[in-house]
């Protein structure tokens, strides 16, 4: 190690407490890149160190959480070094590269300069291993959901090995918000050619994890889950909107495609607890409505009601 290398990393040791802390707020954020800190932090993203780069990329974790700091964040060309990052850096370097990544990815000019850099081989590589429930999980699929909103995103993330299979996972094991970003990003691929990408996703299992969603997810889970499973369906014409199918009719159509007899097993079951479970909210909306609806002798005196029946 030479020795310029080496003060540094002493210095990041030295000052990370009293960084981190001034981290802490918003403005101090915008004050640190408007202070020249950019500079210093990129050419350490450069370094052959890999304790260098493992700062740098901590630190452009917390700076580009700031919304005024994304663009000139990736005015710096810091977006090419991060997804290196991500393909070759250590674990911790990884984790943080595509946290950064996906807190520049909300600026929509940055998606552009991402798709250029190929990033979703590596973070499909990431997902595969991480646990589904995590913060990492969450973050490598609102990036994917971002992503494919491009053409050149959805044809890398079906070319890759198990990519569909990663999202399919985190689907059915993630957190409440990476739920709905997986959805969300198969939800984007059917929208944009279901006709390519319906037997893909139907290959990987995703009927329970989708039936699931619908009566558990959260509000826009459950609407991207029933609007996902209607493209999925065995249609070659869209229904009638004044006809819609019952999502049970959908899923049951879905159910008879599909081969496998352990995954439509599954999703007969799962089927029927979404019924149930569909019926039992029926049920108790019924009973508030009644109670709500049903008037106490004190609200509505009887002369009240025999002048309205007498009226009419």
Request: aromatic share 4%.
């Amino acid at each position: 190690m030479r020795k310029g290398e080496k003060w540094r990393i002493n210095f990041f040791r030295r000052e990370k407490s009293a960084y981190l802390m001034s981290l802490d707020s918003a403005r101090n954020k915008i004050s640190i890149v408007e202070a020249g800190a950019l500079e210093p932090i990129i050419s350490f993203l450069k370094s052959q160190n890999s304790i260098l780069r493992e700062y740098a990329t901590a630190s452009l974790l917390t700076l580009s959480a700031s919304t005024i700091n994304k663009p000139v964040i990736s005015a710096t060309g810091a977006i090419p070094l991060l997804v290196d990052i991500l393909r070759n850096g250590n674990s911790q370097a990884k984790v943080d590269s595509v946290m950064a990544l996906s807190n520049l990815s909300t600026h929509s000019d940055n998606l552009d300069i991402m798709l250029k850099t190929n990033p979703i081989p590596s973070i499909v590589s990431l997902l595969k291993t991480c646990k589904k429930s995590s913060k990492i999980a969450e973050k490598c699929c609102a990036l994917i959901e971002s992503l494919v909103c491009f053409h050149e995103g959805r044809t890398v993330l079906t070319s890759e090995q198990g990519g569909i299979l990663a999202v399919v996972e985190v689907l059915e094991n993630g957190s409440l918000q990476s739920r709905e970003y997986a959805v969300g990003a198969l939800l984007t691929l059917c929208q944009s050619d279901r006709f390519k990408y319906r037997e893909p996703i139907l290959g990987e299992g995703v009927i329970p994890g989708l039936l699931e969603l619908t009566v558990q997810g959260t509000p826009k889970s459950q609407s991207r889950a029933q609007a996902l499973l209607r493209l999925l369906r065995n249609a070659t014409y869209p229904r009638s909107e004044l006809q819609p199918d019952t999502l049970e009719n959908i899923v049951c159509n879905i159910i008879s495609q599909i081969d496998a007899d352990e995954q439509s097993g599954k999703a007969k079951k799962m089927l029927a607890e979404m019924v149930q479970v569909s019926m039992e909210q029926s049920l108790r909306q019924l009973q508030q409505r009644a109670l709500v609806c049903t008037p106490t002798p004190n609200d509505l005196p009887i002369s009240s009601c025999t002048s309205e029946v007498s009226s009419k």
